[in-house]
């Protein structure tokens, strides 16, 4: 039961990142929370993570190119992308883009490593990609013909295949890496890229002059969806499975309307509604029957 409820809270979680940036976009800029928020993380991590990464440091320096990689693009990129796009964008279409990352990885790994995709799942992915084209141009299509998108929009799908890169590259992991210790290293590698674009973004070494609930909202993402979150998560999966964890994914784009309509007063249209029902079909489709069935023949093979 604690499990399930961990899992709930991970979705919860990372919506409320997207909502949290969208409130302060107007006076913080999106670099400097980047590197706030994970270096605040950091800080938090570091005497726990320090000795446990001294230990390892023989695993981390044989596989460095491949961690350096996997730092890149989850802590790097990812939300440092989701920062500078909700400048643009609302947090609605932030959290309901999001909904299409499972399909993406599965076409991902049907490019990269030739996994195999049924036709159903390609009639998911065709799906999905239409709901996310219908939010980026508003329900209005002919906006690709003339390149008329939200900058936002589209920062916000480099940010979603940035992550699905991260995912189907993060199977070679090297397993002997103690996933707390990998974690830390991430976010030391991903504060590393960071800063040269965060000083640049401030005009040199300057302190900043933050406001209250930019220091409020930097407290809540260091700690909430980046350390808790990754320690629920981690635990749900360790006690449910990857495919069963996986499903709570979804969450995330119920929670971040939610949120965006309660905390933001941002307003629901007709091509959010449009755009959400391509890509809920197209993930039940490409993905959600098979995670379904696989689960389903586990417990047969259990019982047997």
């Given at each position: 039961m604690i499990a399930y409820l961990l899992l709930i809270l991970t979705p919860l979680f990372w919506a409320g990142n997207h909502v949290a940036a969208k409130g302060v976009a107007d006076i913080a800029d999106p670099l400097l929370m980047?590197?706030?928020?994970?270096?605040?993380?950091?800080?938090?991590?570091?005497?726990?993570?320090?000795?446990?990464?001294?230990?390892?440091?023989?695993?981390?320096?044989?596989?460095?190119?491949?961690?350096?990689w996997l730092s890149l693009t989850s802590v790097g990129c990812f939300n440092t992308f989701i920062y500078l796009g909700v400048e643009t964008t609302t947090a609605t279409n932030t959290?309901?883009?999001?909904?299409?990352?499972?399909?993406?990885?599965?076409?991902?790994?049907?490019?990269?490593?030739?996994?195999?995709v049924g036709g159903l799942q390609w009639l998911g992915i065709a799906a999905s990609l239409m709901g996310v084209l219908v939010l980026i141009t508003q329900g209005e299509l002919q906006r690709i013909a003339s390149l008329h998108l939200n900058?936002?929009?589209?920062?916000?799908?480099?940010?979603?295949?940035?992550w699905a890169l991260y995912s189907i590259t993060l199977k070679f992991k090297p397993k002997e890496l103690e996933p707390f210790t990998f974690?830390?290293?991430?976010?030391?590698?991903?504060?590393?890229?960071?800063?040269?674009?965060?000083?640049?973004?401030?005009?040199?070494?300057?302190?900043?002059?933050?406001e209250t609930p930019v220091?409020?909202?930097?407290?809540?993402?260091?700690?909430?969806?980046?350390?808790?979150?990754?320690?629920?998560?981690?635990?749900?999966?360790?006690?449910?499975?990857?495919?069963?964890a996986g499903l709570f994914i979804y969450l995330i784009p119920v929670f971040g309307t939610l949120l965006s309509i309660l905390v933001l007063?941002?307003?629901?249209?007709?091509?959010?509604?449009?755009?959400i029902a391509l890509i809920v079909l197209g993930i039940w489709l490409a993905v959600v029957r098979r995670v379904i069935a696989g689960i389903r023949q586990n417990r047969i093979k259990t019982v047997n």
């Open positions: 980047a590197f706030l928020r994970w270096g605040l993380a950091f800080l938090i991590l570091l005497p726990f993570w320090l000795p446990k990464a001294i230990r390892q440091w023989p695993i981390i320096k044989a596989h460095f190119p491949l961690l350096f959290t309901l883009m999001h909904a299409i990352i499972p399909v993406l990885i599965l076409l991902l790994n049907r490019l990269f490593f030739k996994e195999s900058p936002g929009d589209v920062w916000i799908l480099a940010a979603i295949v940035t974690f830390g290293l991430s976010v030391l590698i991903g504060l590393l890229v960071i800063f040269p674009f965060a000083l640049f973004e401030q005009g040199g070494f300057v302190v900043p002059t933050l220091w409020a909202v930097v407290v809540y993402i260091a700690i909430f969806p980046s350390i808790l979150s990754y320690s629920f998560w981690n635990r749900g999966v360790a006690q449910l499975g990857a495919s069963t007063n941002e307003t629901m249209h007709s091509f959010h509604l449009i755009g």
